[in-house]
């Protein structure tokens, strides 16, 4: 079991910036993929960006240029940073852990992210 507790959402100002912050528990397992995924009320959840153990990374096209995903293996934490930030990028945030591929096996609780105009 891999617990995720996600920080950093809030409210912030057409152009400004966000950093969310996601820290996994330990785990006998090695988190082969860490995400960011993000959620508005009536929609699909949807992958933000991505990251491998080794580094590899994957980003939505709605966010490329604008955010950047990194993590700290040794920490077991995954931040996204977020510029240039618009009314379309205000959801709930959730980071997400895979172990193998695919999906994230398991999810944080999320964090609300508000881009005011």
């Known amino acids: 079991q891999v617990q995720l507790v996600e920080s950093g959402g809030g409210l912030v100002q057409v152009g400004g910036s966000l950093r969310l912050s996601c820290a996994a528990s330990?785990?006998?397992?090695?988190?082969?993929?860490m995400a960011w995924y993000r959620q508005t009320p009536g929609k699909q959840r949807e992958m933000v960006a991505r990251?491998?153990?080794?580094?590899?990374?994957e980003y939505a096209d709605f966010v490329k240029g604008r955010f950047t995903i990194s993590r700290d293996n040794s920490e077991n934490t995954v931040v996204l940073q977020m510029n240039s930030l618009t009314v379309e990028d205000t959801a709930v945030y959730y980071c997400?852990?895979?172990?193998?591929?695919?999906?994230?096996?398991?999810w944080g609780q999320g964090t609300q992210v508000t881009v005011s105009a």
């Open positions: 330990e785990s006998d397992f090695r988190i082969n993929y």
């Open positions: 997400g852990a895979t172990l193998a591929w695919g999906e994230p096996d398991y």
């Open positions: 990251i491998s153990y080794r580094d590899s990374t």
